[in-house]
């Protein structure tokens, strides 16, 4: 069941738009903001409340990479793997990361703490190679950065 | 040499509303609604001849132009700030470090297509810009600069900023339109064009954030001096960007048409010891190489479309002569399988194979065969075979790749591995 305070979210994205189902992509931000996944119950959730069928919110959902219809870790990270990134050497960041954290792309570690994902072009090429955890940029990275990085994040 | 676009941003600052004003901001919005009627902004930036800076390139004014001007409804304008092609950081610079401007000129544009809704579409990687935008948007609107009767004038404006969840599709204009309506982000058959039937059927223009933020200077400064600005016949500065192994990679605001060997060695300081330079994308992934041949090409639309490539963003992609040609293609094409909407046969088809082929080539598994295959698809995924401009654009790599490094190509089947052999995939 989706909570109170994600249907007032939702509903106040509602008035923006001239038809409810214009709202499931802030929809889906919204839950996933709250629960950092979007399970199959929400889906059908989203859709009774914008009048759509779980399969179309679904075909939406599975659409954009940065909704996550599987569980993942209490940080992400998205590794920039674009051209700028991989001239200036990216692939000893991605191998450091999988070193360290002991996963592959599209898993997450036992504690639940990292889910690693490739992503592309992060738009800060001229100081590559770069990556995001969470909500925040980290730029001209070496191997020996890495685990200082992944420190910061419990 | 001027800069117009630039030059107030400081480092690691933002702008904030009264830093704008201090500065002029503003100035040419109370100066069109004063004194100029909508057709008098919409003819002042088709005589600037300003061109889309998104990477087409198509003359903004005469976009706007097509816009129906006394229909009943509403009618939209879009900022497409959905940074996502590689190689390209621009608007970034420019969201950050400026929004204001951005709003500004949003403004603008949309009082000349009589617009009473817009929307930022910005890339949901851009955090630090998102904070910036909503924090603007919030300002504008207690200013009075958003909202009903803006500057007690019989115009209005609602501006709402839309975060999106990632895929590069959406920066292409029609899809935009879709996942801005709830859908998937897939492209739409034009015609219609967006500026008769865009967002929920309704006239919309969708323009590039460099593009809209010129706006207010043109207001304000005018067509001609605009124009020169420019060393060529297309307006204007441009911002251009290096990255790859040079040794100062980064973004500059500069007149349209510096060279490309302007670009490398007086700004971006040239190669990195140890590294020499083979070739570049001029625009993003989805342009054609360049070469040393071409390092005094004017960086204008004319020029390097002339050359055989295009502009796309301005922003460089440097291939340096220890860098594998075939893998630096692959990893361009990889990106371009995976951002494949899946709408249209040859693009969802075609780009995971050519990836395939590329992989295998660099593997050692390559035939002669396989070269014969790249070929036939940079005809098979080129104009007008395809829904939208992702695949096309995808094979423009492709076949100046196969045109100018044929020679590694050939190596890679011949020595059954990659001569390179220090980058992995």
Redesign the interface.
Known sequence: MLTQTEISKIEHELQ????R??????A??IVQEQRRWVSDENVEDIAALLGMSADEVD??AT?????FRQPVGRHVI?VC????C????Y?NIRKTLMELLQIKYGQTTPDGRFTLLP??????????PAL?VD???YRDLNEKNIGEILDKYE | MEAPLTSDIQPGLSLDLRAYEALGGYQALRKALQQMTPQEVTALIKESNLRGRGGAGFSTGMKWSFVPMNVKGPKYLIANADEMEPGTFKDRWLLEGNPHQLIEGMILSAYAIQANISFVFLRWAYKEAAVVIRKALSEAYAAGYLGNNILGKDFSLEMHLHTGVGRYMCGEETALLNSLEGKRAVPRAKPPFPQISGLFGHPTIVNNVETLSFIPHIVNKGAAWFQSLSRTGDGGTKIYGVSGRVNKPGAWELPMGVTMRELLEDYAGGMQNGYRFRGALPGGASTDFLTSDHLDTPMDFTAVAAAGSRLGTGTMVVLDDQTCPVGFVHNLEHFFAQESCGFCTPCREGLPWTEKILYALEQGHGTEEDLVQLEMHTHLLGPGNTFCALAPGAMEPLQSALKYFREDFEQHVHEKKCPYGNHTH
């Open positions: 923006h738009v001239p038809v189902k214009a709202a499931v992509i802030e889906l931000k075909s939406v659409f954009y990479n940065l909704i998205l793997d674009s051209i700028s991989w001239v200036m050497g692939e992503n592309p072009c992060l738009g800060t090429c001229d100081h590559a995001m909500q925040d940029l």
